[in-house]
């Protein structure tokens, strides 16, 4: 199973990406951690992202594509996987189709969290207190949500016109739409 998750900042990506692992057993990707932990570990490229990061803008293609590629080659990945956060605007997405059509491992579906904004805040916020996520400020948010609508929700399009995507219902309890999610991926790979 080859898997992309869409959705705006604190529609669940991370929270079901860590479940769909378990149950479809195979490596769930986010981009956003990979980034995270190479600020943590302050590599060079965690140095250039840092701050491009804490003000919810987009790090540059080239840094995430290579970061990318890098953990597509490992071995766990020959069962498939679950991309989250990545491809984040179109040029992403085309670069994703190359490199998957590379190694022959062309994407299944990709699934689209729908959540209306104003959950998407309390969430978010929610997180901010208990977590404090350097880009979960509300400036930060506010320009991650712009980011989202402009750059990224034209990749749901992009995918629409292949036949790829799904959209479920991000709305509940998680559990609740956890199943709607494997209910829909079944659906859409049958
Ligand atoms: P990234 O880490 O990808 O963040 P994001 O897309 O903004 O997503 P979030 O982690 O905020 O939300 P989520 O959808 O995963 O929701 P979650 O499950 O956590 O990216 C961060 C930054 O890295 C970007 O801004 C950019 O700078 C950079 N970056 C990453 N990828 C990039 C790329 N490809 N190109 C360029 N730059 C890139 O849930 C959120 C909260 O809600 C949690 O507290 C959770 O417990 C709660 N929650 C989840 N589901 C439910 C539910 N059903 N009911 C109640 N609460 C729920």
Avoid: W
């Amino acid at each position: 199973m080859r898997l992309v998750l869409l959705g705006a900042p604190g529609s669940g990506k991370g929270t079901q990406a860590a479940r769909l692992k378990d149950h479809y057993a195979i490596p769930h990707i986010s981009t956003g951690d990979l980034l995270r932990a190479a600020v943590k570990a302050e590599t060079a490229l965690g140095l250039k992202a840092k701050a491009v990061m804490e003000r919810g803008e987009l790090v540059s293609d080239d840094i995430v594509l290579g970061m990318l590629e890098e953990r597509l080659s490992e071995s766990d990945t020959a069962s498939g996987f679950i991309l989250d956060g990545y491809p984040r605007n179109l040029a992403q997405a085309g670069a994703l189709g190359e490199v998957l059509a590379r190694i022959g491992q062309p994407l299944d579906v990709a699934v689209q969290l729908d959540v209306p904004t104003d959950l998407l805040v309390e969430r978010i916020a929610g997180r901010a207190a208990q977590e404090g996520r350097k880009d979960d400020t509300p400036e930060a948010v506010r320009t991650r949500l712009g980011v989202y609508n402009e750059q990224t929700a034209p990749v749901v399009d992009f995918y629409r016109e292949q036949g790829k995507v799904t959209c479920v219902d991000g709305v509940g309890e998680m559990d609740e739409v956890f199943d709607r999610i494997v209910t829909a991926v079944a659906e859409a790979t049958d």
